[in-house]
């Protein structure tokens, strides 16, 4: 073991929650010999399992502000990321490119003035004479997109990143307890969480990563917390026709603002809604297949083989993700209403170097 790790590895850390959050962050935080503990009630259906895993780093317009940085230094980081985590499940990667499209003039006049000041970002027009265009369009039946193609940016797939994470966790003996933290209590130095069972866990730091949950166990008008849910759906169609062949599209690809994820020749998905709730609503449901001007056949509801949907927190009063301090050793990494999948790696550098302060 390194003078890094001879350094670290007795401070015991809990993190609470294990999404894809949660499970970077141990997995950052395991490099370096902490004593990690991932405890979560219900990991299999916690919202990192209905992410769709759009990066959207180069192609974000706004170039400024903490967002900005986080998505750039996550940029910068899921590359070295994808290489290291593939040594633990070769079948992970980011699929690129990713295009995105609209039918709209004033949106496309916008997204080629952005492009054009930023030539060296490997962003590509896409006029709707292009030849990258005309299976798109085909499949589309007769919509005319025009667009970008961002070299830089596509997708990881969420359930194969979850899986790949659990291998390497386990690799590092990171311990797992399926359990709710119902009180956290500050005892002297360290914390103690009271599980529903009525154990006690201590812990030196306590890593909330538990999205709307943590305002159950912090005190939301001392800290200044304010979260709201956000629901995302996502629908899954099967369509088998012989003139059409989902596997022709590139895939990441958004238009007008829904992603579509091909899964084979005949099964596409579409996601995602934003609604302020915790039930779905039909009417949502809705949005999914009127983006379009004209609506190709296969975007019909009757062609609908899977639908789910995730539960997400959006900060009110301050940008997303929180990233904040809010007792000495305790860390709240929360409110991924979106992007989660994208920012985990700037995010957990973050909390790696915040918990070095409290050491």
């Keep these: 073991m390194n003078k890094i790790n001879d350094k670290f590895n007795k401070i015991k850390i809990l993190i609470v929650g294990s999404g894809i959050i949660g499970k970077s962050n141990a997995f950052e935080l395991s490099n370096y010999g902490f004593d990690i503990t991932l405890v979560d009630q219900d990991e299999i259906n916690n919202s990192s399992n209905a992410a769709l895993g ?25 590359p070295k990321w994808i290489k290291i985590l593939q040594s633990y499940n070769p079948k992970l990667k980011i699929d690129k490119p990713l295009f995105l499209l609209t039918n709209d003039l004033d949106k496309f006049k916008r997204l080629t003035k952005f492009v054009n000041s930023y030539p060296h970002d490997e962003l590509e027009i896409v006029e709707a004479n292009s030849y990258n265009l005309n299976q798109i369009n085909k499949t589309f039946d007769g919509n005319e997109f025009q667009g970008v193609i961002s070299h830089r940016d596509g997708r990881i797939n969420p359930k194969v990143l979850l899986d790949t994470l659990d291998i390497a966790l386990e690799s590092k003996n990171i311990k797992t307890i399926n359990n709710k933290i119902t009180k956290i209590e500050k005892n002297n130095k360290n914390w103690n969480l009271k599980l529903k069972t009525g154990e006690v866990l201590t812990s030196e730091i306590v890593i909330l990563c538990n999205s709307l949950d943590s ?8 800290h200044k917390i304010k979260l709201k849910p956000v629901l995302g759906q996502a629908v899954e169609l099967h369509y088998e026709e012989k003139n059409t062949n989902f596997l022709t599209l590139p895939s990441p690809l958004n238009i007008n603002g829904k992603n579509l994820i091909t899964i ?22 809705n949005e999914l297949f009127e983006f379009l001007q004209k609506q190709p056949k296969w975007l019909n509801k009757k062609n609908i083989s899977r639908r789910w949907f995730g539960i997400r927190s959006r900060p009110e009063g301050e940008p997303s993700p929180i990233l904040k301090t809010l007792e000495k050793g305790l860390i709240l990494c929360s409110g991924f209403y979106k992007n989660g999948i994208l920012l985990a790696p700037a995010c957990s550098k973050w909390v790696l170097e915040e918990v070095k302060k409290h050491i």
């Design 215 to 222: 305002l159950q166990l912090i005190n939301p008008e001392i």
């Design 54 to 78: 759009i990066l959207m780093g180069t192609i974000y317009q706004k170039r400024n502000g903490r967002s900005w940085r986080l998505r750039q230094k996550s940029s910068e980081l899921w």
């Design 264 to 285: 084979n020749k005949e099964t596409i998905i579409i996601g995602s809604t934003d609604e302020y709730n915790f039930k779905p609503d039909e009417l949502y449901i």
